[in-house]
C-alpha cells in the first residue's frame, strides 16, 4: 500500500515540478499558479495521515513536526488545515504541539500546555501557513539552494561521463559484436 502512494507522491511530484519549470521558462503566470496551488493541494493532502498512530513515528508526522517546529508554522495556510485530520481532533485538540511554542529551542516542552486545546497568538505559530514560511526560507537561502542545485547537476553530468566512459572502454573491438569475443 505505501508503495503505491509513494508513486502516487513521486507522480504528482513530476508534474508539478514540470508545470513550474514550463511556467518559469516560457514566463507563463497560469502555470506558475497551477504549479503552486499544485503543491500547496499536495501538501494538504498529507495532512489527512498526520498522527495516524500513537507512536509519533510515521514519516509525514516526522515531516510535518521538523517543518512546523523548524520554521515556526502550523498547517500549510494555518491550523484549520487540521481540522480535516480525524486523528487530531477526535483528541480535542486544534493543533499539534509542533505548532506551539516551547519552552526553549530544540526543547519539547511547551510554553502553555493548554495551547494545542486552545491555541493563542502568544502560544503558538497558529496563523503562520508552513507553505509560506517554506517559500521566505528558500528565498532568504536563494544562494545555497542554487549553490546545492548546480553541484547537483555537476555531479550527475561527471557520473553520466563515466558511465560512458565505462561503457566505450568495455565494448572495444577485441570484445567483438554485441559483447561476443571473437577468436581467430
Known amino acids: 500500500m ?16 514540470f508545470l513550474g519549470y514550463c511556467g518559469a521558462m516560457f514566463e507563463s503566470r497560469c502555470l506558475l499558479c497551477v504549479a503552486e496551488k499544485g503543491t500547496q493541494m499536495f501538501l494538504k493532502s498529507t495532512i489527512k495521515y498526520y498522527a ?11 515531516a510535518w513536526d521538523g517543518i512546523m517546529s523548524q520554521l515556526h508554522c502550523c498547517g500549510v495556510e494555518s491550523y484549520r488545515d487540521f481540522s480535516e485530520n480525524t486523528n487530531l481532533t477526535t483528541t480535542g485538540k486544534l493543533i ?4 506551539c511554542i516551547k519552552v526553549s529551542e530544540g526543547s519539547n516542552v511547551l510554553k502553555d500546555p493548554s495551547c494545542p486545546i486552545s491555541p493563542t497568538a502568544s502560544n503558538s505559530y497558529y496563523q503562520v501557513g508552513c507553505y509560506k514560511a517554506i517559500v521566505t526560507a ?3 537561502n536563494a544562494a545555497i539552494v542554487i549553490g546545492v542545485a548546480a553541484a547537483l547537476v555537476f555531479v ?21 559484436r554485441l559483447g561476443v569475443k571473437v577468436s581467430y
Do not use: N
Open 138 to 140: 528558500i528565498e532568504e
Open 2 to 17: 505505501i508503495s503505491y502512494i509513494l508513486i502516487v507522491a513521486g507522480a504528482l511530484t513530476f508534474i508539478v515540478s
Open 156 to 176: 550527475e553530468v561527471l557520473v553520466i561521463i563515466l558511465a560512458l566512459y565505462l561503457a566505450c572502454c568495455y565494448w572495444r573491438p577485441q570484445h567483438g
Open 96 to 99: 499539534p504541539e509542533a505548532c
Open 52 to 62: 495516524t498512530t500513537t507512536d509519533k513515528a510515521e514519516t509525514v508526522t516526522v
